[in-house]
T-cell receptor
Framework: QQKVQQSPESLSVPEGGMASLNCTSSDRNFQYFWWYRQHSGEGPKALM?????GDKKEGRFTAHLNKASLHVSLHIRDSQPSDSALYFCAASEQRNNNAPRFGAGTKLSVKP | EAAVTQSPRNKVTVTGGNVTLSCRQTNSHNYMYWYRQDTGHGLRLIHY???????QIGDVPDGYKATRTTQEDFFLLLELASPSQTSLYFC?????????????FGEGSRLIVV
């Protein structure tokens, strides 16, 4: 079983709406979390990282981390058609020489 | 921005065939990774390396070998390809660990085993 779970599997929001993506981990060794975005035909690209409890805002994107519950969320306000993509949550341990693990992804569709 | 180049971009092989996927990064990163992407599973870690000559086993290593010949080059080898290895493969690199472990991905190599 994957150590990082994401929900929902897919999400459709109208242009200008709010999209909310969720991620939870079953491994308390994970201390660092990222959101990656993958457009069709491309490799994933890091969207934002979050390492401390609370909110982190970058433009229209806000990430929230609750380390006690190992829950991370990503909220996209004023969603645009260009936000339509596959979004991955990734988590990494604090120790050296380990590799990030990814969730199964959430497919976001923004309808004009 | 970090540059990671994969080749070939597309490959079709027969069951039992021999395949090598190549990855080169020009970012002077120490860490390199191979993931496979499948619908419903997301990105799963096959092998990774934290330097030339080093190899670490990931979560789905069966049927795969890897070799890190230089800091820049990381290869994934399928010596007896099976249909279950039909997938989209991504190579990535990163410059640090912990909070510095942001990955930079290549464009992917699509492999079909018939």
């Amino acid at each position: 079983q994957q150590k990082v779970q994401q929900s929902p599997e897919s999400l459709s929001v109208p242009e200008g709406g709010m999209a909310s993506l969720n991620c939870t981990s079953s491994d308390r060794n994970f201390q660092y979390f990222w959101w990656y975005r993958q457009h069709s035909g491309e490799g994933p690209k890091a969207l934002m990282s979050i390492f401390s409890d609370g909110d982190k805002k970058e433009g229209r994107f806000t990430a929230h981390l609750n380390k006690a519950s190992l829950h991370v969320s990503l909220h996209i306000r004023d969603s645009q058609p260009s936000d339509s993509a596959l979004y991955f949550c990734a988590a990494s341990e604090q120790r050296n020489n380990n590799a990030p693990r990814f969730g199964a992804g959430t497919k976001l569709s923004v309808k004009p | 921005e970090a540059a990671v180049t994969q080749s070939p971009r597309n490959k079709v092989t027969v069951t039992g065939g021999n395949v090598t996927l190549s990855c080169r990064q020009t970012n002077s990163h120490n860490y390199m990774y191979w993931y496979r992407q499948d619908t419903g599973h997301g990105l799963r870690l096959i092998h990774y390396s934290y330097g030339a000559g080093n190899l670490q086993i990931g979560d789905v290593p069966d049927g795969y070998k890897a070799t890190r010949t230089t800091q820049e080059d990381f290869f994934l080898l399928l010596e007896l390809a099976s249909p279950s290895q039909t997938s989209l493969y991504f190579c990535a690199s990163s410059g640090g660990q912990g909070a510095g472990n942001t990955l930079y991905f290549g464009e992917g190599s699509r492999l079909i085993v018939v």
